[in-house]
């Protein structure tokens, strides 16, 4: 379980640093390398907002590279936003931070692509890893469960071969698997909420999570907590993953499990989760729903208005 999880040393940022690496799931990042994470972005917003990181509760661990610039500042090295599925929130995040770190930054349209003459994504990023002269970053959001893994597979020996650096290929979500970038700001806002404090976290995961993606990425990224209960509240037709959910079970979180809003808020009455996390209902991945059934199902999982007496009690 997360209790004993290790802490970065003095002598160790990240483990020998993340250039060149990929990171296909939460647990690609080692325990130690998200608290760094987590504290180095945690001082870098208080910087920027002229406060204390200090002053809401404990570091989480030491960091030895504090006086480091954060920004990369090289327009010789590029980001690829590869979005080959739909997406606004995390796309103009992802591109503002890679604006704001001073590189070169190239977003791959799929629908006008070479993926429309079935060039395979693979022979895609050899020929745009080429292209750079330094370090190469490829976030792709993709339909296609694994692609990052399978990148990072076939794509070492190409780089090599080209003489350029091995090419970093982040998961921005795919298929119904996880979504790792996300589950790493979801983590750093729990952590916030919580003050910094790792013993406990009580979350309630509402809505749809047969198709939320850092909804399954949770299973790795709470582990950073020493103990954890999540209420997973959804109808049968957004039920958690049951691979997800044993392997919660497995490593140690309570896990309960609610049909419905009005259910969880009577039924667990004396201790309701401190933060909720709603997903937005996919009905389209659900196959046709008569109007009646679509209108069931948003009200199983909308908090209304009526319901704050029975939260506040």
Known sequence: MAGGLPEPSRDTALEGGLAGRTIHEVRDLSAAEQLYLYERTRRFKARKRDANPEAEGPALC???????????DNPDCTVYLIF???????????????????????????????????????????????????????????????????????????????????????????????????????MYSLLE??????????????????????AHSKVEGLKLFQKVTVDLVAPEIFSYPVEYRNRMREEGFEVREFASVEEYLEKAAGSIADVWYFYKPQFSKCGDLSAMRLSELRTQVSFREEFLPKLLG
């Open 62 to 72: 030491e960091i030895p590279d504090d006086a480091v610039e954060e920004r990369v």
């Open 193 to 214: 909420q919580n003050r910094w404090n790792r013993e406990t976290v009580h979350l309630a995961l509402v809505g749809d999570l047969a198709h939320g993606r850092t």
């Open 84 to 186: 080959m599925e739909g997406s606004t929130r995390t796309r103009e995040s992802l591109r503002n931070a890679a604006v704001y770190h001073g590189v070169k930054v190239n977003e791959f349209q799929a629908e006008t692509s070479s993926f429309q003459k079935n060039e395979t994504i693979t022979d895609t990023m050899k020929m745009l890893s080429v292209y750079s002269t330094q370090r190469s970053v490829f976030v792709i959001r993709s339909v296609l469960e694994g692609v990052c893994s399978w990148l990072r597979t076939a794509m070492g020996n190409h780089a090599a071969s080209m003489g350029v650096p091995l090419p970093s290929f982040l998961n921005a979500g795919d298929g119904l698997f996880t979504h790792p970038i996300g589950e790493f700001v979801d």
